[in-house]
């Protein structure tokens, strides 16, 4: 009797089924096609797009959303090297994801075959786990070594390149391993000891802040987050992947404070975020607080800055242990923190009432500020809000607050301009009954926007909002200040498109929208129609955010 055979695409989609992925995001290629094939028995939906950019970033995207790992699937040469990208910003983001490369095949190893090129050497400086597989019985093995890399300390990435006869060849199937419990839980609870000493920090802190970075989601660690600056009575910022943790209008919730509270406060508790460009790298601390950092990382704790306090492990673990250990003690000191939160809330008020005329203004061209404030008042709690642009992106930063958790997205420290059409994928497939609104700058737009096609392709209605000054203005205004005004026209400047009928050309809704009292209804508009849309919103090309006059982001 002939044994049962089976090929090294099917074995991939084995331990894709396997590890929970139930979608790959793909550009088709001769050297992976096995892999569809093995794709459909499993069940695992196949989205193919316009530019493997936009499958990394999707992988990266989905894998935010979910909690499970992401997977995109490229071919040979090309395929991998658009796919770079992607794989760079889930690296500086932290998020676990799986990039599979075809290869040429083994039997023509450094003979000059199509699409050839060195994958796992250029992979390998930003992934955590860059190999090839080697013969066709391993295929389902390495995928899961791979996925299991992904959560070495903090997550991030993997490559597998595998060689086209590799992947096509068929063995017995019980040559193959096919790894189906291989996982442990990653968690670290953190040094007792060290939480012990949070506790007495806490225990004796005037004037605490906490901030919560990205790594608060990525643990999955909100209801911590909220348990500990509620019994403790902290005021609680929050940066990428954790916006949203607290809504906006909660008590211990602040934003536009936070350069006062990092100068005045005595105790500084960072969590999950480096001390990097978006800290100043450590420098805007106050020299006298105390200062605790909590990660993931062990690499990440006291770099760049010196720290009185580090413990390594799972956010939520550790903050609900330190929580827990404070509130043992006769005085947590949280009564006499009203003060404290109160000086805070009134700074916080101030710079809000100081930009409100913005945010309202009626000007033509419409002021940036008004279109980031028609956003915010529109996002709902089931609303994910993704900013993909230079300037514009940076007046929603202080504008737009998500209302629940896991429903920010941002490219992360590597400032990817192009990730936008991908996380709206991402986060509408795997949040089928919830809205994705993305703000797109018209230059980051262009990078992926033919993508808006797969939206549309596979049904994946959202609000897409375009901030169009016909320009790259964040880097225009660098050029401005740098070289004078008669200068600073050169390479940044864009053609004044009509997104809108992008859109519509695509099988999408689009609008043009030049008036700000048209934005709001524009928006209705685009929710109503169930379609993916595009609202080109033409604000004023001549007004720059804050952030990009003071060029913090190169501070
Ligand atoms: C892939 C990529 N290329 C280039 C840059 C550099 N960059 C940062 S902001 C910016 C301008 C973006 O223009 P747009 O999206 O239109 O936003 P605007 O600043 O005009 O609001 C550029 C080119 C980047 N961050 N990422
Ligand atoms: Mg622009």
Redesign the pocket.
Known sequence: MMSETISGGHLVAKALKAEGVDVIYTLCGGHIIDIYDGCVDEGIEVIDVRHEQVAAHAADGYARITGKPGCAVVTAGPGTTDAV?GVANAFRAESPMLLIGGQGALSQHKMGSLQDLPHVDMMTPITKFAATVPSTERVADLVSMAFRECYHGAPGPSFLEIPRDVLDAKIPLEKARIPKNYRASTKQAGDPEAIERLADMLAHAEKPCILLGSQVWTCRATDAAIDFVRALNVPAYMNGSARGTLPPGDPHHFQLSRRYAFTEADLIIIVGTPFDFRMGYGKRLSPTATVVQIDLDYRTVGKNRDIDLGIVGDAGLILAAAAQAASGRIDNAAARRKEWIEELRAVETQAYDKRLPRQLSDAQPID?YRLVHEINEFLTEDSTYIG???????FSGQVVQPKSPGHWMDPGPL????VGMAFAMAAKQARRDKEVLCL??????S?TGWDFETMVRFDLPFIGVI?N?S??????YGQAAKYGEERARVG?T?GDIRYGDFAKLLGGHGEEVRDPAEIRPALERARESGKPSLINVWVDPDVYAPG?MNQTMYK
Do not use: C, E, H, K
């Not at 797109?440 to 737009?445: E, L, R, V």
């Not at 320009?471 to 225009?476: T, V």
């Open positions: 990208t940036p993909d642009g230079g300037d514009i992106v940076t400032g990817t301009l192009g797109f700058g018209d230059g980051a737009f990078l901030g000054n320009s790259m203005n964040q880097i225009r940044n864009l990009t």
